[in-house]
C-alpha cells in the first residue's frame, strides 16, 4: 500500500480492563476461560483474541446506495477453540448487534466492551479443540476507518492496520488468516466485486444478490467489497488466471494500462514465483464523499483497490504484495517489512525491467541524497516502534537494504532466496527474522554484519555494507 486512505492509529486500550468492564461481565468468576484479551500483537494488544482461529467467513450484507448510513450484516464465523471458552471477544466497531449464536444455540449473553469488541457468553462453554460457529446478526452505519462512501451513494471498503471490523466482526488480526465468503444484495443496476471469484448471481424483488469466494487464506485487512455500476474487463495472465478488472463510471478506463497490469503480472510471476491465488485484477473505485488524505491504493487480496486509475507504479506494488504481505503475512505488526520492502524493491525491478540502472540510477543516487541526512536512517525496518508499522523507512531505505543484499549475495542466491520464502511460507506468517534465516542459508554466507547494519540499526551503514559488490563506494 505505497499511499493508503484513513491509515488510522488506535492507542491500545488496557488489555484486562477492555475485555472484562462492564456488569455483566463482573457476574463472570474471574477463572472463566476466555481466550487473551489480545492475540498479543505488542503495537496492537487488543486486536484478536488468542483463544481460537478462524478458518472461514461467510459474510452475508446488504446495502442500499440510497441510504448509506445502513449496512445490514448476517455473519457466520468457523473456528477451532485454541482453550476452553466459557466466553469470547470478536472484534466489530459500531453497529446494533440484533443477536448472536453460538452452534446455532442463542448466545447466553453478549455485549459490547472498549472501542471494539463484542464479548460473547455462548450457552454451553466451547471445548478445548473443537471447532464452532459464531452467527451475529447486527445493522446500523459502517465505520468510516474502513468503509467508505462514494459519492453516488456506492461504497468500497479499504484501510490498515485495520478495516474488517467497519463490516463484518472479526478476529481481527493477521496471524488469523481464513478464507471468505461474500454474499452482498444491493438494488438491481448496482454491482459487486470482492476477493476472490465470483459465484452465482440471482435477482429477486427489485435486489440482486452477488457471491465472491477467496479460497485462501486472507487476513481480514486484505478482504474488501466494493458496491458501485461498475464496468467489468475480463482476461487472463500468460500463466491463465482470471484477471478481473472493475471500473467506477467516474474512474478512468485506460486499455493501455490494463494490458500493462497482466503484463506486470506476469513479470513479477517470473521473479517471484507462481502467482499465489484463484484470481487476479483490480478494482478502481471513483470520488468518494468525504475526503481523504491521499490516492488510494491498497493490496486486498487478489484484487487491490486504487482510486480514480490504473498507473504502472501503484499496479506493480500493490500486485507484488499478493505474495508479500497476502500470500506470505507478517505475524505481528513488528513486521511489515515483509511486505513493504519487497513490495517497494518490485517497483525498481520493474524499472529495471524497462532499461534502468539500479545501481546508478536509483541506489548509488538514493544514497548520495541521504548519506547527510541521520533521520532517513533512524528508523528500524524490524520493530520499528508503536506508530511506525507502515513507516516510510519500510518503503525506501528497505527497498534499498534488499538492493544492497542483492549485490552482497549475488543475483543467483538473492532471486533464489525470493522464490524459496514465496513457495516454503506460502498462505501463512512469517517473520524478516525467518528472511534473514533463509537468504544466508541459500547464499551461504554469515549476513548477520549485513542486517544488523541495516535492519536493527538507526545509522547510516558502515561502508562495507553500504556499498557491498559491484556498488562499490565512489571515489571521494
Known amino acids: 500500500m505505497r499511499k493508503l486512505l484513513n491509515r488510522r492509529r488506535r492507542t491500545a486500550a488496557a488489555l484486562v480492563a477492555a475485555v472484562v468492564s462492564g456488569s455483566l461481565l463482573a457476574t463472570v468468576p474471574a477463572s472463566a476461560a476466555i481466550g487473551g484479551p489480545g492475540i498479543g500483537d505488542p503495537y496492537f494488544p487488543d486486536d484478536g483474541n488468542s483463544g481460537y482461529d478462524v478458518s472461514h467467513y461467510d459474510v452475508r450484507i446488504a446495502y442500499d446506495p440510497a441510504r448509506t448510513d445502513r449496512?445490514?450484516?448476517?455473519?457466520?464465523?468457523?473456528?477451532?477453540?485454541?482453550t476452553g471458552l466459557d466466553r469470547f471477544s470478536m472484534d466489530l466497531k459500531g453497529f446494533t448487534v440484533a443477536s448472536v449464536s453460538v452452534d446455532g444455540t442463542p448466545a447466553k449473553a453478549f455485549s459490547r466492551s472498549g472501542a471494539h469488541k463484542l464479548v460473547i457468553t455462548p450457552a454451553r462453554p466451547v471445548v478445548k479443540g473443537s471447532t464452532f460457529t459464531v452467527r451475529v446478526t447486527y445493522a446500523g452505519k459502517p465505520d468510516a476507518e474502513g468503509w467508505h462512501t462514494l459519492k453516488n451513494g456506492g461504497a468500497y471498503v479499504a484501510g490498515e492496520p485495520h478495516s474488517a471490523t467497519s463490516w463484518y466482526p472479526a478476529n481481527d488480526h493477521p496471524s488469523d488468516k481464513a478464507t471468505f465468503a461474500l454474499t452482498a444484495t444491493v438494488p438491481d443496476g448496482w454491482s459487486v466485486i470482492g476477493n476472490g471469484l465470483p459465484g452465482p448471481e440471482s435477482v429477486e424483488n427489485g435486489r440482486k444478490t452477488f457471491r465472491w469466494s477467496e479460497d485462501s487464506p486472507m487476513a481480514t485487512y486484505l478482504s474488501t467489497v466494493a458496491i458501485d455500476k461498475f464496468t467489468v474487463h475480463q482476461g487472463k495472465t500468460a500463466a491463465g488466471t482470471p484477471v478481473i478488472t472493475a471500473y467506477s463510471p467516474d474512474a478512468v478506463i485506460d486499455p493501455d494500462a490494463e494490458a500493462e497490469q497482466t503484463e506486470i503480472l506476469d513479470f513479477l510471476t517470473a521473479k517471484f514465483g507462481p502467482y499465489p491465488f484463484?484470481?487476479?485484477?483490480?478494482?478502481?473505485?471513483?470520488?468518494?464523499?468525504?475526503?481523504?488524505?491521499?490516492p488510494l491504493a491498497l493490496e486486498t487480496q487478489s484484487r487491490p483497490m486504487y482510486g480514480s486509475t490504473l498507473f504502472d507504479g501503484s499496479v506493480v506494488h500493490e500486485n507484488a504484495h499478493q505474495w508479500f504481505g497476502d500470500s506470505v503475512s507478517f505475524k505481528d505488526w513488528r513486521d511489515g517489512c515483509v511486505a513493504e520492502c519487497f513490495a517497494q524493491y518490485a517497483g525498481q525491478l520493474w524499472e529495471e525491467h524497462k532499461g534502468a540502472d539500479l545501481?546508478?540510477?536509483?541506489?548509488?543516487?538514493e544514497v548520495e541524497?541521504?548519506?547527510?541526512?541521520?533521520s532517513f536512517w533512524s528508523t528500524k525496518l524490524y520493530d520499528p516502534g508503536r506508530g511506525k508499522e507502515l513507516d516510510s523507512a519500510l518503503y525506501f531505505k528497505g527497498s534499498m537494504m534488499l538492493h544492497a543484499?542483492?549485490?552482497?549475495?549475488?543475483?543467483?542466491?538473492?532471486?533464489a532466496t525470493l522464490k524459496a520464502w514465496t513457495h516454503d511460507h506460502a498462505y501463512s506468517n512469517a517473520s524478516f527474522r525467518q528472511f534473514e534465516a533463509l537468504a544466508a542459508k541459500v547464499s551461504g554466507k554469515d549476513l548477520k554484519g549485513f542486517f544488523g547494519a541495516w535492519v536493527d540499526s538507526t545509522v547510516i551503514p558502515p561502508a562495507k555494507y553500504l556499498y557491498p559488490g559491484s556498488l562499490g563506494a565512489p571515489a571521494s
Open 405 to 415: 543484499l542483492r549485490r552482497t549475495v549475488g543475483d543467483d542466491a538473492f532471486f
Open 71 to 82: 449496512l445490514d450484516g448476517d455473519t457466520t464465523v468457523t473456528a477451532r477453540a485454541l
Open 359 to 365: 545501481d546508478k540510477g536509483y541506489y548509488l543516487s
Open 278 to 294: 484463484s484470481s487476479a485484477g483490480a478494482i478502481v473505485v471513483g470520488a468518494t464523499k468525504e475526503p481523504t488524505n491521499g
Open 369 to 374: 541524497a541521504n548519506k547527510n541526512d541521520p
